[in-house]
């Protein structure tokens, strides 16, 4: 990827050219003086973009989801267009880190959308050792660290519910409930990564999840979750 400057960058962002020069001076934006110029790798954006979505904070979900939103070109897939019935496993099976990467991403490729479960699952597990995606209310938003778009026909979403806790972090965290986003595009990822973040903060969709006794019973929660959200927010 090609560095961005101020300007471009504040194209990028939809905010203004000393916007971008306030939020890099005072080091909160990724960026590195190139003769003098401020230049931006988009890679690093595209990462600092998913670490602000990774916060609990309701107002920087806002923010993430208001730049999304502008830099949209064509109506969003909806999370239950991307996650059909048959990519839940309820009860999902799986008893370390490593099985859980190679069942979600077998579990993915059901549809046939994901071709290459292996190559995926090997992303995975990078992107884990890297940052762990385990969150503290017992949920995992795998994903690879960029897209894989060689071995996707589009955007897939899969999800299991474990009736048994993994340990799944390194600090030992125990997680039952694993999504794995596998976007065609970084505005896909990081639309579906915020819409997800929003839902699974909400210990009603938690508690209706891990109450569920089908697949279908969960997919239906998370359908219903969803449109109660887009109610309110335009993701």
């Not at 931006?40 to 309701?58: K, Y």
């Not at 099976?93 to 490593?98: D, L």
């Not at 505005?187 to 109450?211: P, T, W």
Request: include cysteine.
């Amino acid at each position: 990827m090609e560095d961005l400057d101020i300007p471009q960058l504040a194209e990028y962002l939809h905010i203004t050219p000393d916007q971008v020069r306030k939020m890099v001076s005072r080091g909160n934006l990724p960026g590195r003086r190139v003769g003098g110029d401020w230049k931006f790798n988009e890679a690093e954006i595209h990462h600092w973009l998913e670490e602000r979505i990774g916060l609990s904070d309701q107002g920087e979900l806002d923010q993430v989801r208001a730049v999304l939103h502008r830099r949209s070109e064509a109506p969003p897939h909806t999370l239950a267009e991307i996650c059909p019935v048959e990519l839940v496993s309820n009860p999902f099976v799986a008893r370390t880190r490593g099985s859980v990467i190679r069942n979600m991403c077998e579990l993915a490729s059901r549809t046939g959308m994901l071709w290459d479960a292996p190559a995926m699952a090997e992303a995975v597990a990078t992107r884990e050792k890297l940052h762990p995606t385990a969150l503290d209310c017992g949920v995992a938003l795998l994903h690879p660290r960029r897209p894989q778009t060689s071995i996707l026909a589009e955007s897939v979403l899969a999800m299991g519910i474990c009736p048994t806790p993994v340990a799944f972090s390194d600090t030992g965290q125990l997680t039952d409930i694993f999504f794995l986003i596998c976007s065609y595009d970084d505005s896909s990822h990081l639309r579906i990564l915020a819409k997800l973040s929003r839902i699974v903060s909400d210990e009603a969709f938690l508690e209706g999840v891990r109450a569920s006794d089908t697949p279908a019973d969960a997919w239906a929660i998370l359908n219903e979750a969803e449109m109660s959200l887009d109610e309110n927010h335009a993701f």
